[in-house]
Each structure stands twice: as C-alpha cells, then as structure tokens.
Nanobody, 120 residues
Framework: QVQFVESGGGLVQAGGSLRLSCAASLSRFSINAMGWYRQAPDKQRELVAT???????NYAGSVKGRFTISRDNVKNTVYLQMNSLKPEDTAVYYC??????????????WGQGTQVTVSS
C-alpha cells in the first residue's frame, strides 16, 4: 500500500521559511509526477506545486516565486521549500502522486499531512 509521510511543518512568523519533506513508499517513484497540496480550515484542498519525472515544475499563482518544489529519486522524497511565508499560507500540507493532463489529479490515498502555521 502506498504511503506518504509528510514532515517539516511548524509554527513560523510571517516572512520566515520552512522546508517540507514527503517520503513516499511508491514503487518506481522516479517515473511519477508528484504534487504538494494544502488545505486551510474550512476550505477545499488546493494544489500548490507539481514536479514531473523530468523535473519540470509548476506552481499556483499564490506561491510562485516563494515556494520551490524538488525531488530526490534516490530517497523517494519530494520537498517543498517555502520562503517569505504569509499568514494565508497556514494550512495542512499534503503530497501525492499526480497525473498531469489538462488538470492535475491526485492518484493515491492521502497521508496525515503536516501542519504549517504562519503568525502575523
């Protein structure tokens, strides 16, 4: 069974940085596109960033220029470097394998996520 274990969240002041990690027990991890999502209280889960097997990245407009997604195919891990954090970035962050077509679709069950709280 595929599992995603997210870590690295915490409480940070506005303007600060965090680096999230997601360890994936996913066979042939390297050929999967991966994505980071987030869900704020009383809001729907939203896509934050994706990275393809070849390393092509894409970002939601709200995080472009502040967040960087990367991957380590040896460690089966995807990362999200978050800089210049804002209170509106407060959410639980999740990763998942994704299928990227006209839209981006998560493929597996969700992990527990990691809480990011940005204070003003």
């Amino acid at each position: 069974q595929v599992q995603f274990v997210e870590s690295g969240g915490g409480l940070v002041q506005a303007g600060g940085s965090l680096r999230l990690s997601c360890a994936a027990s996913l066979s042939r991890f390297s050929i999967n596109a991966m994505g980071w999502y987030r869900q704020a209280p009383d809001k729907q889960r939203e896509l934050v960033a994706t990275i393809t097997s070849s390393g092509t990245t894409n970002y939601a407009g709200s995080v472009k220029g502040r967040f960087t997604i990367s991957r380590d195919n040896v460690k089966n891990t995807v990362y999200l470097q978050m800089n210049s954090l804002k209170p509106e970035d407060t959410a639980v962050y999740y990763c998942n394998a994704v299928m990227i077509t006209v839209t981006t679709t998560p493929l597996r069950s969700w992990g527990q996520g990691t809480q990011v709280t940005v204070s003003s």
